[in-house]
């Protein structure tokens, strides 16, 4: 009896150990993103640059230091002032992160590799990306997402060319622990139920 005890003590500890970790939560994101082509590319696609907004992500851990993103592009709005779209963008990217340890508690740098399908004036065409980011919290539950992909368009596909996407969101920290656990841990969160 001792032992099933001190076991259920164990695992309890390590599920709240394990969900403090800050890369060790489902997220969801919305923010807005800026391409960039170069002036040969820009000539193509009608735009040196444009504008994205929203811009919609969601992130699933899979392991210690992997997760899973899935994010879309779109630009609604043609027109912000600084930057005017005469072409459409939309993408749908899909990446796997790897996270690095927390810099100074706050700030979770990251890498990516992935690829998207990205639509433009033409059509659809895929790309291959790689990138980096990183997730400053404010909260336990609420963070500010930088990030920059290059998305490599092979020569063969007329409809797109390489371009660089810089993208700024929120992030929600999804707290699923608590679904299932029934309330929140005290002191330091776990990853984010709707806690915002």
Known sequence: ?????????????????????????WQIGIGMGITKFSESDAAF?????????????MTMPIGERLSLDGAMSFN???????????????SMDGSLRYNFDAIL???SP????????V????????????????IYWVSDNIGINPQIYY?????????MRSHIQGTLGVVFRLNWNNLFEGGNHAGKSTSGGFCF
């Open 1 to 25: 009896m001792k032992n099933k005890i001190l076991l259920i003590v164990v695992l309890c500890c390590s599920i709240n150990l394990f969900s403090q970790n800050l890369n060790d939560s």
């Open 45 to 57: 696609i009608g735009d040196g640059y444009q504008f994205q907004v929203p811009v919609l992500s």
């Open 76 to 90: 609604t709005i043609d027109d912000v002032g600084f930057i005017s779209n005469s072409a459409k963008y939309f």
């Open 105 to 107: 508690d706050k700030f």
């Open 110 to 117: 990251y890498v990516f590799v992935g690829a998207s399908v």
């Open 119 to 134: 639509d433009s004036e033409r059509k659809m065409t895929p790309t291959f990306n790689i990138g980096a980011g990183g």
């Open 151 to 159: 998305k490599h368009s092979l020569e063969s596909f007329e409809s």
